[in-house]
């Protein structure tokens, strides 16, 4: 799997252009600003978007969906938990940026245990509410990587003192569909660097 990663926006989020390698085909992972830099990346690699996926509807991981959905025509995708803050300027938290081109609604609701393909790669979704009731993960298993979002960080795990957060729920779900994953997997977060599955098992002060 091709995965570049890019530090996008003002709250320096970690937006990630994907592909398979056999196919071309690609998606991007929260575009959350710098519309022109990930359309650029995405030329550069040759690959065709078919989907935007958000991991969750913050402000900070939609901010470019209207400009990368409008260049490359792909569908967008969202927890349908989540799926409201897409267009409510309240939920995502955008009324406190500023100037904000707001995103269009999705067009498809990703459910937990879902497999979304990307060419030949398959991304298989996990629900990890508590950052954000709809906040979810994408597992490569082939690949050993999961892009979790703002639920698991390298020594860290996401805030839960937003609208709709919860910090039981969020130990929980990093608990349940993360830490069980093998300890090899690559953890590519919503901001700061990636990490493993097995570091934090043993490191992270949340989780030990």
Known sequence: MIIERLVVGPFQTNCYVVGDAATLEGAVI???????????????????VQLVINTHGHVDHIAANADVL???????????DDAAMLTDPLRSLSVFLGKFRPSPAASKYLVDGQDVAIGQTTLRVLHVPGHSPGGIGLWCAIDGAVFCG???FRLGIGRFDLP????????????SKLLILPDQTIVYPGHGPQT??????LNNPYLT
Do not use: M, Y
């Open 164 to 175: 709709g957060g919860n910090g039981k729920v969020l130990l929980d779900s990093i608990r």
């Open 30 to 48: 929260d575009p959350g600003g710098d519309s022109r830099h990930i359309l650029d990346v995405i030329e550069h690699l040759g690959l065709h």
């Open 150 to 152: 703002d639920t698991l």
């Open 196 to 201: 493993t599955i097995g570091f934090e098992r």
């Open 70 to 80: 409008q260049e490359t025509g792909a569908q967008l995708a969202i927890h349908a």
